[in-house]
């Protein structure tokens, strides 16, 4: 009995140390994802990128191209490489959800904007979102090269995502080309339009 009881004595140390490795890689890995974008919770706060040493951020990462799979909606596409799939939410805009007015337009307008890079598109990684999703910029190749958020923003069919723009590489771009869609009074600037974010908030 004094044997057994020995055993379970020398078997306490061990088992908090692994409970206390458990414990914390799970705090470590909470922490990942809270600094991970959520672009779906509209109550979410992101913070810019932050400098190195005050100075300027580091400059974008070279243009990877990407083989178009299909356009899920307003702003997200599935691309592939190499055989490799990746969900790409474009960085910096929201657009209208298919429920919404103007959600389906979106779609198609961006559809129809990617129909003419011949099945490849530039992409421009800025992070990752916390469902595993790549934030980018996605570029339709060819002279002149266009920036795909810059068009669907001068269209009306998305609006900036304020809590995130200041992270993409030309977010200052984005939220000059939304401007010109409010200026214009096109597509979600023709009318009283529920934001999407606003959408999603009451949805949830």
Known sequence: MRKKSRIWLNLIPIALVTLTIAVSVQQRWQQSQATRPDY???TAIEQPKATINGSEPPPAP?????????VTDGDTIVVQQGGKEEKIRLCGIDAPEQAQPLGD???????????????QVGIVPVERDRYGRLVAEVFVLGTPEKLVQEELLKAGMAYVYPQYVDDCWNGTA????????????VGVWSGDYQKPWEFRKQRS
Do not use: C, H, Y
């Not at 070279?62 to 299909?70: A, G, K, M, N, S």
């Open 105 to 119: 337009q979106s779609t198609a307008f961006l559809q129809q904007l990617l129909n003419e890079a011949n099945g």
């Open 40 to 42: 779906d919770d509209p």
């Open 174 to 185: 984005m939220r000059a080309a939304e401007a010109i869609g409010q200026e214009q009074k």
């Open 62 to 70: 070279e243009t990877e191209i990407w083989q178009l799979v299909r």
